[in-house]
């Protein structure tokens, strides 16, 4: 473990801490030494995975939300930043997401709402607390951060009962283009990442593991699906980037999916 560094890397969308959010945590304070501010829905799973970086001789600290809108997600930094005074972000990983799969005609308001609200609401408060906190006053070498989002293969194409889900990824992937073009100029480097395939998570493997046309355990063969540990890694990459060559978007793929 590293020294413990000034720098924050704030993580939102930990779900039951089996997945990318949690796997980003870890890294950050095992590789960089950064402080993790664990931004979730109060969950017994976060309280353990801050826990388990702190024996690890890591910092962390867990910041529950209620729900994600537009006002609780914009004051978190607020908060974030009262509990480390001395501290700066340096970078905000947008990893929460609201997943559907209803048919088209079976799409209602809350449906539709619910994904907007998430995907493209609370991003945008997300993005705005991370970015005035990237360009706050402070020494030149300090300043500046990585804004990373998780999107998905519905982020570039709609497809059959996939309506809800695709219109609120294509929302989170075009705010994200537009930031990079507006702050990129003032440090800010925006990269929107597209998961195109399953990730492993104890979530996953009870949901998806039987899937029909399918082999029986597929999801332990790391060709067919993607593992957190991985996909951190490559966040981990994305933040290291010198300001020269920056990447705004990137796919993930196991190598045998389909695409």
Wanted: glycine content about 10%; overall charge neutral; some cysteine.
């Amino acid at each position: 473990m590293p020294p413990s560094s000034k720098f924050i890397l704030a993580v939102s969308g930990l779900g039951n801490a089996t997945g990318t959010g949690a796997a980003v945590a870890r890294l950050f304070a095992s590789q960089l030494g950064y402080r993790v501010a664990l931004i979730s829905r109060p969950r017994k799973e976060v309280d353990d995975l801050r826990d388990e970086i702190e024996r690890a001789g890591g910092t962390a600290a867990v910041f529950g939300l209620e729900r994600y809108d537009y006002e609780s997600v914009g004051t978190v930094f607020d908060r974030v930043q009262a509990h480390w005074p001395d501290g700066r972000l340096k970078c905000a990983v947008w990893n929460t997401a609201q997943w559907s799969n209803i048919p088209f005609m079976n799409i209602t308001q809350h449906n539709i709402n619910l994904s907007v609200n998430t995907n493209i609401v609370a991003a945008t408060a997300f993005s705005q607390a991370a970015v005035k906190a990237f360009t706050a006053p402070g020494n030149e070498e300090d300043k500046g951060g990585s804004l990373i989002m998780t999107g998905a293969t519905s982020a570039w194409r709609g497809k059959e009962a996939f309506g809800a889900f695709a219109a609120g990824k294509h929302g989170l992937r075009a705010l994200s283009q537009s930031i990079a073009r507006e702050y990129g100029k003032e440090g800010v480097h925006v990269a929107f990442v597209v998961i195109d395939g399953t990730i492993l998570t104890t979530r996953t493997q009870k949901v998806f593991g039987n899937r029909e046309g399918k082999e029986v355990n597929w999801l332990n063969d790391e060709k067919q699906r993607l593992s957190p540990e991985s996909i951190a890694k490559c966040y981990l990459y994305l933040h290291q980037q010198g300001p020269d060559a920056w990447t705004l978007e990137m796919d993930l793929r196991p190598a045998k999916e389909h695409f």
